[in-house]
């Protein structure tokens, strides 16, 4: 009950100060852009210069415009830019001409062309704890904290953008736990109900004001004297269930916490929504420039956020934070790794066409994908010139984009990667295009290994990279990549990924 009354205060708080800013300040504010995600869509060709798009291959196999399956067509671009050599033509050949050089000319590419830049404007983050209270997932007692980012809108009060988050830190740890921040729905694991006694009496009172409200219920609560309003949480007995246990035990098991943070709250998942959220608020409601961060680089964002109230907590390892997420929140879990150095470590699940995946590879998801359909709003608008089909500029397609998903991946050298996929027949879809993933992987090695760190430990040659049976995982090194035996899922990679994280950061469960 205090979850949900905290919860709903929040959101009442939050409705009424829109409305007060809207009722009293529509003078003073343009009013926030109303777009749908088709014109929003257009209003970016328009502004690129743009007439047309080649339209994205469909997921349907028997479709006339179906995804291509067949290796033998799936590099048409098979020449990667070379991640070691900068734009003047010179050799990169110590750690500090690519710290120094050429890291921040694939950055600049990166955010220019691919995922947009983060303004320097962005508004400061205030994070308040909501709820702190002593809880259990599975047996392992924790401390669950849910927080709500408020992000300072007095630039802008039309448009209110509330972060939320859950920590989770176990009870009895000795120190600073490493954890791993999730992008996914915030919400606490178990939260504490009052005694019995006191929910007797909540009971007793909720069942007088009912009966006030309505007579005819006295009836029914004499028929049914044991029925309470709120029931009492009983824990439940019995064997465990089969397989492995959840993502979040295991990580408790292991001595780590878990960080659970809700993208929905940063920025909507969809194209009507770029005018509101994170990118709104910034924009003063206004649509975006072709240089303007998307949905993915905005979540990232709010990862960073979240990560520094993570460095004020006396119960986690800020030195030790990982990121995770899984499809599209793979992605923008790898883009949070490649853009913040100060996240450990990434745990990348499914994450396809704008991920780990080479955009230059023919074989299922398309860069046409990103930039013809309800997806654009996860990229820049600039990266909707490599769909073109016709426009001022010509047309231009994946061979022409500067850059590509190994160079993504080297961003977060020397620091550990896990590459994480299913199999197309448990529902990981060919569609992600996994050995395109696995080339990316091999193609960032050499990187990794001037930095003094460790790849796949397999030739670095990514045209003839064939990827090892499923569930024989390449983990001895910094980057890792393993695909599992299930579905569209990390969680049975991550036991395998919490080893492979503990070797590397020299952890154990205390």
């Known amino acids: 009950m205090k979850l949900t009354f905290s919860l709903l205060f929040a959101l009442a708080f939050s409705s009424v100060a829109a409305q007060n800013a809207t009722t009293g300040d529509k003078g003073k504010y343009p009013p926030p852009v109303n777009f749908t995600a088709e014109q929003d869509h257009q209003n970016m060709m328009q502004q690129l210069g743009i007439q047309a798009l080649r339209p994205g291959p469909s997921g ?31 050799k990169v ?47 392992f007692p924790v401390i669950a904290k849910q927080l709500v980012g408020h992000v300072d809108n007095s630039e802008y009060p039309l448009i209110n953008v509330d972060i939320a988050m859950t920590v989770v830190t176990p009870a009895n740890a000795k120190g600073p736990v490493p954890v791993l921040m999730m992008f996914a729905h915030s919400a606490l694991p178990a939260p504490a109900q009052p005694p019995q006694e006191s929910l007797d009496k909540i009971n007793a009172a ?71 959220g994170i990118i709104g608020l910034v924009n003063k409601g206004q649509p975006r420039s072709p240089e303007d961060w998307g949905a993915l680089r905005a979540w990232a964002w709010g990862a960073s956020r979240g990560l520094d109230y993570l460095e004020t907590d006396p119960a986690v390892d800020a030195k030790k934070v990982g990121i995770e997420g899984v499809s599209r929140y793979g992605k923008a879990a790898l883009v949070t790794m490649a853009f913040d150095q100060r996240f450990a470590l990434g745990l990348i699940g499914s994450s396809g066409e704008g991920g780990a995946k080479l955009h230059r590879r023919n074989f299922g998801e398309a860069l046409e994908s990103l930039t013809s359909s309800g997806e654009y709003h996860w990229m820049a608008g600039n990266f909707l010139k490599y769909g073109a089909a016709k426009a001022s500029f010509g047309s231009k397609n994946a061979g022409d984009l500067p850059v590509d998903a190994h160079e993504l991946i080297t961003l977060c050298a020397p620091r550990p990667v896990f590459i994480s996929y299913g199999i197309p027949e448990k529902g990981d879809a060919k569609w992600l295009d996994q050995q395109g993933s696995y080339m990316a992987t091999v193609a960032a090695q050499p990187v990794y290994e001037l930095l003094g760190a460790h790849g796949l430990g397999v030739p670095a040659d990514y045209k003839t990279a064939k990827m090892p049976p499923v569930n ?16 569209h899922t990390d969680a049975p990679n991550v036991k395998y990924f919490i080893q492979w994280a503990d070797k590397l950061l020299q952890h154990s469960a205390r």
């Open 60 to 90: 349907d196999e028997a479709a006339p415009n179906h995804a291509n399956y067949n290796e033998a067509l799936a590099n048409p671009y098979p020449d990667l830019p070379p991640v070691l050599t900068l734009k003047n033509g010179k």
């Open 93 to 139: 050949t110590s750690p500090a001409m690519w710290w120094n050089k050429r890291r921040p000319e694939i950055v600049e590419v990166f955010e220019k062309e691919v995922y947009g830049r983060v303004p320097k404007n962005v508004p400061k983050v205030t994070w308040e704890v909501v709820i702190n209270e002593k809880e259990r997932v599975g047996w």
């Open 206 to 276: 909720l069942k007088e004001l009912l009966v006030k409200n309505d007579p005819t219920l006295k009836e029914v609560f004499a028929q049914y004297p044991a029925y309470n309003p709120i029931a009492s949480q009983v824990p439940a007995f019995g064997p465990p269930p089969a397989g492995d246990p959840p993502t979040a035990q295991q990580l408790l098991a292991a001595g780590w916490g878990y960080v659970l943070i809700e993208p929905g709250t940063i920025q909507a998942d969809n194209g009507a929504g770029l005018t509101k």
């Open 472 to 487: 024989e995982g390449l983990l001895d090194g910094e980057l890792a990549w393993r695909q599992h035996d299930g579905g």
